[in-house]
């Protein structure tokens, strides 16, 4: 049987063995008490430490990366490790591993890509995503004894990778992945309300229809749409669930598309306790609470919020005990740490301004082309027409320098302030900001490597036939599995950017291209 317990979370159990799958269950939520699980899975988190204490049958935990919507070590501290069996992707970076090695546990499963790892009647398969920039792993579970088959994606956007995943797992029976937004553009963005909406209305329309799209490739008895999205309760960020448009599309309104784009499908939006189970030919669904759909009411926030407010309390006092004037000063020895190692082979004419909230005049300037860090005025004249600029509070910063949170937690909290000018993404950028000083290195040594792989596949595009870059300049996806949209546009299968055939093959609002060249010769 197949058990919901939140977010991207999964219990599958036997006669013999419980497998979870990304437990995110305490109060504290994630990335530093900025998301919380919606619905609210904590009563059940409960139950869970209760079942693995008293059950005799063998527990496996599968971690699939280290973002703390899916790596709760808060939750898995008050677990009995005695009993537990970790199950984790073998990464270059190792924080996860370190991590539960340090909770000591009966044991820890370090798998490699798509090998077989058997637990009695079951065989699992991990499938990684390495590539420094992102860090992520799918499961696949084949239940022999009752020939289900389980793929569960969560975040893991490796759809380029569906057909291989099929020929090793054969037909899937049940089918879960990501289908929000899950990242810090456009919400910590200074756009206009109305770019703000068009931008999130893209990528919600862009992510539902890769999501699609995969569901027609797959064909499974049965979809759920999972990991997400959070809500935020921190009063900061609780505007957030308000907003008419952004990137959080609630479960309900992406089960009404998919009702209308893949009839034959059956969706199932799970709320924490929902059980799916398995009797020949059909999947029986069961789900804890009669009405489930109002348990997605954001009328409950309010309740939610004022449940965990000790924690926020507690939060508050935590910020307001850093001097803004010192969390300056070791946020510019930091950066200054994380510039060392940032070498790449092409010049970066662009500037990095770091300012705190409490220091009014003056800001931090990282200079890419000369690899420099220094202060200077708000107004700085180094100021160049390539600028990238982030604004946070010092409190959060001290949390972050204090270890409360690495930098991918910081950006993922939601509790900065961008703007960037041109209005264009850059991947070496958003790279230093969201690496820790030891991977800034092999993030380079990743970059550079995209850079100069030269292979070239030919696309037919509006009918016009084109040479371009075999992988996307972004994390290095394989653009033969890609598609066409609008006649001109190819678009990358794992984080939907579009390259312009008609200009060369340039992404859109992004300094990036896959050079393309017309094989017709007039592009007509």
């Known amino acids: 049987m197949l058990t919901f317990i939140g977010h991207a979370g999964f219990k599958y159990e036997t006669e013999e063995s419980i497998i979870l799958m990304d437990p995110w269950m305490s109060r504290e939520g994630a990335f530093d008490n900025a998301w919380y699980q919606f619905p609210p899975n904590h009563k059940l988190g409960d139950e869970m430490r209760e079942i693995i204490t008293k059950t005799s049958k063998d527990i496996f935990i599968y971690i699939s990366h280290e973002h703390k919507d899916h790596f709760d070590i808060p939750y898995l501290k008050t677990l009995d490790q005695s009993k537990i069996n970790y199950i984790t992707p073998n990464f270059r970076r190792d924080h996860v591993v370190k991590e539960l090695n340090k909770l000591k ?218 001097a803004p004037k010192t969390i300056f000063s070791s946020l510019f020895e930091e950066l200054k740490s994380k510039l060392v190692d940032f070498e790449l082979t092409h010049e970066m004419d662009v500037i990095l301004k770091f300012s705190l909230d409490e220091i009014t005049g ?90 100069n792989q030269k292979e070239r596949i030919n696309v037919e595009v509006g009918g016009t036939n084109y040479s371009v870059d075999k992988f996307c300049p972004h994390q290095g996806t394989d653009l033969s599995s890609g598609w066409v949209e609008d006649g001109r546009y190819l678009v990358c299968p794992k984080h939907r950017w579009m390259f312009d055939m008609e200009n060369g093959g340039k992404a859109l609002e992004t300094d990036a291209t896959i050079n393309a060249v017309d094989l017709d010769g007039d592009g007509s």
């Open 105 to 322: 546990p009966k044991s820890v499963e370090v798998l490699e890509d798509s090998k077989k790892f058997s637990i009695k009647d079951i065989d699992l398969f991990l499938f990684i995503d390495d590539n420094e920039l992102n860090r992520d792993s799918g499961l696949g579970l084949i239940d022999n004894k009752t020939q289900t088959t389980i793929l569960n994606l969560n975040d893991c956007k490796i759809y380029y990778r569906i057909p291989e995943i099929i020929n090793i797992m054969g037909k899937i029976t049940i089918f879960s992945c990501q289908f929000s937004g899950a990242v810090f553009h456009p919400v910590c963005y200074d756009y206009p309300v109305k770019k703000y909406s068009e931008i999130s209305k893209t990528k919600v329309e862009g992510k539902f229809g890769a999501v699609k799209r995969i569901l027609e490739q797959i064909n499974p008895r049965i979809y759920i749409p999972a990991a997400g999205p959070p809500v935020f309760l921190d009063q900061q960020l609780f505007h957030i669930n308000f907003q008419d448009t952004n990137i959080f599309p609630s479960p309900l309104v992406f089960k009404d598309y998919l009702t209308k784009e893949v009839p034959k499908i059956k969706i199932c939006v799970p709320v924490p306790g929902t059980n799916l189970i398995s009797k020949g030919a059909t999947i029986e669904v069961s789900h804890p609470v009669n009405n489930y759909e109002k348990l997605f009411s954001l009328d409950t926030l309010e309740s939610y919020q004022a449940s965990v407010q000790d924690i926020f309390d507690k939060r508050k006092e935590s910020l307001i005990s850093y």
């Open 362 to 451: 003056k800001a931090i300037y990282i200079d890419f082309k000369n690899l420099k860090v220094s202060v200077d005025s708000i107004d700085s004249k180094l100021v160049s027409s390539n600028l990238y600029e982030i604004s946070a509070s010092a409190g959060d910063v001290g949390r972050l320098l204090d270890g409360y949170q690495n930098w991918d937690d910081f950006m993922l909290s939601f509790r900065h302030k961008l703007h960037r000018s041109p209005d264009i993404y850059q991947v070496a950028i958003n790279g230093f900001l969201i690496m820790e000083k030891e991977d800034i290195n092999a993030f380079c040594s990743n970059l550079m490597k995209l850079e």
